[in-house]
Every structure is written in C-alpha cells, then in structure tokens.
C-alpha cells in the first residue's frame, strides 16, 4: 500500500477501523494480506483527518526502523502544511520522536503520552497530542491504544 502505516503489522488501521466501525479488521483484506487503500483513504476523508510525515528528511543510524536511531535532517515545514488547512487545531504525533520534534516546531512541550499541550503557533491556537506508538513493539493492548486515539478524535471532533 503505498500510504501511511502500509506494514500489516503496524495497528494503526486496525485501531481506525476499531474506533470508526467498531472492527479492528474492517480496513484489512486478509485475502491479500494488506489494507484497503480506497477504504483507508475514504475514511479518512469522511472523518476530515489529514496525515503528514514529521520530517521531510532524516536519516538511520542503524538499520532498523526504531525511532531512536533516527537523525532529523529536515522537519516537515509545518507553516505550510497548516496553511493549507485552516480549520486544523489538533495534531496528533505518534510516538515519543515525532512529539519531540512537534514540539520544536511549535515552541512547546512534549506532551504526555495520551495527552495534548496548548500553544499559539502560526497565527493559530493549536493542541498538539503525542498517541502511543501504533506499532506492536509498543506494549500496549490494541483496545487500549484505540481509546487513546477515540479520545484524540471525540476531542477534535472526528467522530
């Protein structure tokens, strides 16, 4: 799938599917072993959620997909990106590096896993979320994971 979180292993479809229709398998084609791509992106749609990588650019330091051993060579241009949103007042990052560099962008702190801090960052109120990691590396159960994200989501009026 050539999309956000295409890895079969990865849960953050199956938590969209979970909170959105109530079955973590509802965007899954077990058949061909990947998601739906058309179902993705039309939920997503129908629920105004837009994604973006954190960084343009970064680079490995090991050969693994570990955020830990990720160098940021360029952060997203956030100014841009929110600009062609205007309605946009939530950010949701997942996991512990992409919050850290949230939080550079938008000249804040990290938040809490689970929880969002409040700031003023180009000419607009945001709150900016760090979610738990949606890869299964990440110990947490996958129902518990989903109402962090039904949290998020209820909050910036997704759902």
């Not at 909170?19 to 129908?46: H, I, P, Q």
């Not at 996991?95 to 990290?110: D, R, Y």
């Not at 299964?136 to 994971?145: G, V």
């Amino acid at each position: 799938m050539d999309f956000y979180y295409p890895n079969p292993t990865n849960d953050f479809w199956r938590i969209a599917g979970l909170v959105f229709l109530g079955d973590s398998m509802a965007l899954y084609d077990a058949a061909a072993r990947r998601f739906r791509l058309d179902d993705v992106k039309a939920l997503m749609t129908e629920h105004h959620i837009a994604m973006s990588d954190t960084c343009h650019r970064i680079r490995r330091l090991q050969g693994n997909a570990s955020d830990k051993f990720l160098e940021v060579v360029e952060p997203v241009h956030l100014e841009n990106l929110l600009a062609r949103m205007p309605h946009c007042n939530d950010i949701a990052t997942t996991g512990e590096k992409a919050a850290s560099v949230m939080a550079e962008l938008t000249c804040s702190e990290p938040p809490r896993m689970g929880e969002y801090v409040e700031c003023e960052a180009f000419g607009r109120h945001l709150r900016v979320w760090r979610m738990p990691s949606t890869s299964r590396a990440y110990p947490l159960r996958l129902e518990l994971k989903a109402e962090y994200y039904r949290k998020l989501w209820e909050a910036s009026g997704c759902m």
